[in-house]
């Protein structure tokens, strides 16, 4: 019986597998992996007469150590952003007033906010109305109207 003879590029190539499926489930876990798969590749290279017990060791420490660390510093480092909003389009419409494009009839009626029309749930108004935006429901703005002046 032949035994299993792990090379330095075996560990690189699932690497590699770890870090594609990490780009394809992001998410910093197979990342991690990788990493620990790279650094067992490398301490292979070195020491091509280490074991394959103590490779495996050696990577099951370094994965276990590096997502820990990871989970501990990402959490704990969250950086702000100037524009929380950003991803969050109808949320960046929250408190703003617009023109009813469409008078709300039976709780429903339409605006235009910057380039797009959007739907918007509120109490029954003309068209001539300013409604205030509120709060949105996927893409549902819900509102309420703005006393004339």
Known sequence: MTELVVVFWHWWILAVFLLGIEILAPGFF???LSMAG???????????STSLEIQLFIFS?????SVLLWRKYGFQNISETDHPLLNQRGAQYIGRTFS??????NG????KADD???TVLGED???ENQVEVTAVEGTLFKVKLVPKT
């Open 108 to 111: 429903r009626g339409k605006i």
């Open 38 to 48: 790279v650094v067992v590749g490398t301490i292979v290279l070195i020491l091509p």
């Open 125 to 127: 108004s003309p068209i």
């Open 116 to 118: 797009s029309i959007w």
């Open 30 to 32: 197979f990342l991690w």
């Open 100 to 105: 009813l494009i469409e008078p709300i009839k």
């Open 61 to 65: 420490i370094l994965s276990i150590v």
